[in-house]
Each structure stands twice: as C-alpha cells, then as structure tokens.
C-alpha cells in the first residue's frame, strides 16, 4: 500500500471546537484570538489543533489568518440532525488516511483488537502517533454515526437516515446510560424530550445516548451544546416521524 502520511493530529470534536470559536468572530480571526477564546497558548499543541481543522475541511489557515469553511457552516446551518450527521461524516473522511481506512472497511466490522497494529504496519502511520490516530478516527466515526455499536463501517448516511426510520415498530426505546456507574434506564420517545437526564448518581462523568430503533442505531457522547442540540433535532425528527405513521 502506498504511503499515507496526510492524518489529523487531533479529533475532530477538538477541530470543531476551533471552528466555532473562530466562528464567534465573524468568521475569521487571527490565530491569536482564536487561542485566546479557547483558553489556550500558541504553541505547537494549538498548531496541531489548527492542522487538523484544515484536514477536516473545517477551516482554511492563511498567514496567520483563520477562517471558517463552508463545510462548517453547513453543519452549524443544518436543518436536520441528518443534515448535520451527513456534515460530520464528511469532514471525518477528508484526511486521506480516515478515508483510506473508510473505502477498505466499508460495510465490514472494523478490527479494533488490533486496528492501532495495523495503522502502523499497513498504512504507515508512526508508533508514537498511533495510538492518537487510532482513538481519533474511532471517536469521530462514533460521533459522526459513521461507526456503529458493533464497530461496522456503515455509508456516508449511517446513522442518520431518521426519513426511514419508521417502518417496524410504533414505539421503540431511548436507553441513557453511563459508562462509568453502569446503570441504564429506558423511557418511551414520547417522554425522552422531557428525560434526558435520567441518572441520578453523584459520580455522574460522562453522558452516552444510545438510540436504537427499526433501522437505527446511534449512539452520542455528550459533553457540551451542540451535542445536545443534535439530540434535540433527532427527537424532534423521531416524534415527526411516529406521528406520520400513526395518521
């Protein structure tokens, strides 16, 4: 396999952060405000950070000077949760290397026991980064719906086909979970937009929802807005969708 050298040194939760940031500024704004609007230093971590919303399509980065890309915009503008999935999925898969990995994995089960090995030995990606990349393009293929719960590959689309969700089931369950504390409880989607936080721990570390349905399974981890602002627009669309069905 030739050569691939062109992957993010950061995620792209952490590229979208950037991207709004620079975003808050009408859109552009030098590398200073922008490190300066996420609490952080120029130095080279921030570089990185900056190198990887390039690769993702997110922004554009001119002689110090940083702007935000259509492909931003149309995710920060999407009318729909798939709208918004569609936008993710395409910025995960702009780095050659998550691209590459997506064309060979297509439709298949991800080999995760060992997909850190193989970054090295088959698509050249260093040892000391691999471990990055690897939880890189696993993290975003979840965060974008582009890899499921099973670790499959699905299209461009998985995940977020929510006009098709509607054709087995009338009622199908919304499970909020934590990882850490391993309780789950299950409410009906007509009460979800009421029951997002349904833990009542005091350990309470990280927000995962799983939504899983006829012809859907997707899953979220939220940790700010904007995660939650695709949860909103999801339910909104599930609840367009029963209603539908039941007229």
């Given at each position: 396999m030739a050569k691939i050298i062109d992957y993010p040194r950061a995620s792209l939760r952490s590229a979208l952060q950037l991207a709004e940031a620079i975003d808050g500024f009408a859109g552009s704004c030098s590398q200073d405000l922008a490190a300066e609007k996420l609490g952080k230093k120029v130095s080279g971590a921030f570089a990185a950070q900056i190198g990887a919303a390039v690769k993702y399509g997110l922004i554009d980065s001119k002689n110090g000077k940083l702007s935000v890309c259509p492909l931003y915009r149309d995710y920060k503008l999407s009318y729909t949760a798939e709208d918004a999935m569609k936008c993710l999925q395409k910025a995960l898969l702009s780095p050659p290397l998550f691209n590459a990995i997506y064309e060979r994995f297509r439709g298949q089960k991800l080999p995760?026991?060992?997909?850190?090995?193989?970054?090295?030995?088959?698509?050249?990606?260093?040892?000391?980064?691999?471990?990055?990349?690897?939880?890189?393009?696993?993290?975003?293929?979840?965060h974008s719906g582009l890899l499921n719960e099973e670790n499959?590959?699905?299209?461009?689309?998985?995940?977020?086909?929510?006009?098709?969700?509607?054709?087995?089931?009338?009622?199908?369950?919304?499970?909020?979970?934590?990882?850490?504390v391993g309780r789950q409880e299950k409410v009906e989607t007509s009460d979800a937009h009421?029951?997002?936080?349904?833990?009542?721990?005091?350990?309470?570390?990280?927000?995962?929802?799983?939504?899983?349905?006829?012809?859907?399974?997707f899953s979220i981890e939220i940790k700010d807005s904007d995660d939650l602002d695709i949860v909103h627009i999801m339910l909104k669309k599930i609840d367009k969708a029963l209603k539908l069905k039941n007229t």
């Open positions: 995760i026991e060992h997909f850190e090995k193989m970054l090295i030995r088959e698509f050249n990606v260093p040892d000391v980064i691999a471990s990055r990349v690897s939880r890189y393009f696993l993290e975003g293929g979840k499959i590959l699905g299209s461009e689309s998985a995940g977020s086909s929510y006009d098709e969700v509607i054709e087995e089931e009338e009622n199908f369950p919304v499970t909020i979970s934590n990882p850490i009421k029951n997002i936080n349904s833990n009542d721990s005091d350990n309470v570390e990280d927000f995962w929802l799983n939504i899983r349905g006829p012809g859907v399974n």
